[in-house]
């Protein structure tokens, strides 16, 4: 999960983070809140573990998204590689140098990964594993399946990155027509609370 984030984070710096909430959070309740340390401890370790994982999540989430916008034009760019009469291997390393990041660092993660003694599946089945997001799973299992059955590669490739667009629009399309539900559900949800505050501002 940190590897997913795109930055240098260690486990060691993360758990560092996690004690230094957990401490700073339970002394701030105890001492500022007035709060005994029976409460003050749990809250400590709720709001140390869970904040760092949340903001965790959040940067992960904003990085997967940028990724598969992004990733369409990263097979394009492969199938005119590809057309041109560049291997592969080839076409990958000139996405990681021409596409901006998070894609280009993906694709030269796979390209150093080749070059220094990984097999080529071994090198994808690495970036599918770090990436975990299914448009990357399944561009992995077209070369996989290419490989070993043969093909036009580059045509394979084009219905992919068709297909990757489609479910693309059909999601921002499913997120535009829940938007209205969703702002409903919201504003039902708050009312017992606002009220519950208004009245005992009144």
């Not at 486990?11 to 003050?40: D, E, K, N, P, R």
């Not at 594993?129 to 084009?158: D, H, M, P, W, Y």
């Not at 027509?177 to 949800?189: L, T, V």
Request: hydrophobic share 50%; net charge positive.
């Amino acid at each position: 999960r940190l590897m997913r984030t795109g930055r240098s984070f260690t486990v060691a710096q993360y758990v560092l983070v996690m004690l230094f909430l957990i401490a700073l959070m339970t002394l701030a309740c105890h001492f500022l809140l007035g709060w005994s340390l029976l409460v003050s401890v749990p809250i400590g370790i709720c709001i140390g573990v869970g904040l760092p994982h949340l903001i965790l999540n959040s940067m992960i989430a904003r990085r997967m998204k940028a990724f598969t916008a992004l990733f369409p034009e990263a097979i394009d760019l492969m199938v005119r590689g590809l057309k041109s009469g560049l291997p592969i291997t080839e076409s990958i390393a000139t996405v990681g140098q021409e596409l901006v990041d998070p894609v280009g660092v993906e694709f030269r993660r796979i390209d150093q990964g080749v070059k220094f003694g990984q097999s080529f599946e071994e090198a994808l089945w690495a970036a599918a594993k770090r990436l975990s997001t299914a448009e990357f799973k399944f561009f992995v299992i077209s070369l996989s399946v290419q490989r070993e059955t043969g093909g036009n590669l580059a045509e394979t490739l084009e219905n992919l990155s068709d297909i990757l667009r489609r479910r693309r629009q059909m999601r921002l399309k499913v997120k535009a027509m829940s938007s209205e539900a969703k702002a409903s559900a919201y504003i039902i949800g708050s009312l017992p609370f606002v009220m519950f505050a208004i009245l005992m501002l009144v």
